[in-house]
Structure formats: structure tokens, C-alpha cells
Nanobody, 131 residues
Framework: QVQLVESGGGSVQPGGSLRLSCKVS????????MGWFRRTPGNETEGVAV???????RYADSVKGRFIISHDNAKNTLFLQMDNLKPEDTAMYLC?????????????????????????WGQGTQVTVSS
């Protein structure tokens, strides 16, 4: 059974940085398509960044130039380095994996369209940015 466990969230001031981690266990494939989403206080889910095993990545426009997604194969861990954080980045951040390896592309992964019932989700880690 695949499990995703996020960590690294917290409270920071605007302009600060955080590094989120998503530890993956039980993933039986050598290839992957994984990423980060965030759920806002208004309960909207937004795709933040996605990375596949071909090292292709895509980011939401709102985080380009500030966030970097990466993966450590040896540690089976997905990371999200977040710099220059803004109050609007406040959200619950969730890690997700598509066992089908993003058959509709990375942009589709971030849009969650078409829907992918097979997507695997972590429980999330809270990020709060405020002064």
C-alpha cells in the first residue's frame, strides 16, 4: 500500500522560507509523477508543482520563481522548497502521486482534470504566512 507522509510545515513571516517533505513508502514503480497541492482556508484546492521521473516539472503561475520541486530517489522523498513566502501562500499543503504516471500531462495533473480517482494523497502539512 502506497503511503505519502508530509512534514515541514509551520508558521513564518512574509519573505521567509520553508522546505516541505513528502516521504513515500510502498510505491512499486520505477517511474513516477508526483506533486504538491494546497487547500486554502476557503477550501479551494490548487495545484502548486509537479515533477515526473523524466525530470520534467511544472508550476502554478503564482509560485513560479519562488518554489522549487525536487525528488531524492535514495530517500524516496519529494520536496518543495518555498522561498519569499507570502500571506496568500497560507494553506494546507498536500502531496499527491498519480500511479498512472500523469497520462494526460503535467498541466492536467495540476488542474486535476480529467479527474483521477486513483490519485494517492497524503494527509497534509499546514503552512501559515503572517506577520
Amino acid at each position: 500500500q502506497v503511503q505519502l507522509v508530509e512534514s515541514g510545515g509551520g508558521s513564518v513571516q512574509p519573505g521567509g522560507s520553508l522546505r516541505l517533505s513528502c516521504k513515500v513508502s510502498g510505491y512499486p514503480y520505477n517511474t513516477y509523477c508526483m506533486g504538491w497541492f494546497r487547500r486554502t482556508p476557503g477550501n479551494e484546492t490548487e495545484g502548486v508543482a509537479v515533477l515526473d521521473s523524466d525530470d520534467q516539472s511544472r508550476y502554478a503561475d503564482s509560485v513560479k520563481g519562488r518554489f522549487i520541486i525536487s525528488h531524492d530517489n535514495a530517500k524516496n522523498t519529494l520536496f518543495l522548497q518555498m522561498d519569499n513566502l507570502k500571506p496568500e501562500d497560507t494553506a494546507m499543503y498536500l502531496c499527491a502521486a498519480d500511479p498512472g504516471h500523469c497520462p494526460y500531462g503535467l498541466a492536467s495533473f495540476l488542474r486535476l482534470k480529467p479527474s483521477r480517482p486513483s490519485m494517492i494523497w497524503g494527509q497534509g502539512t499546514q503552512v501559515t504566512v503572517s506577520s
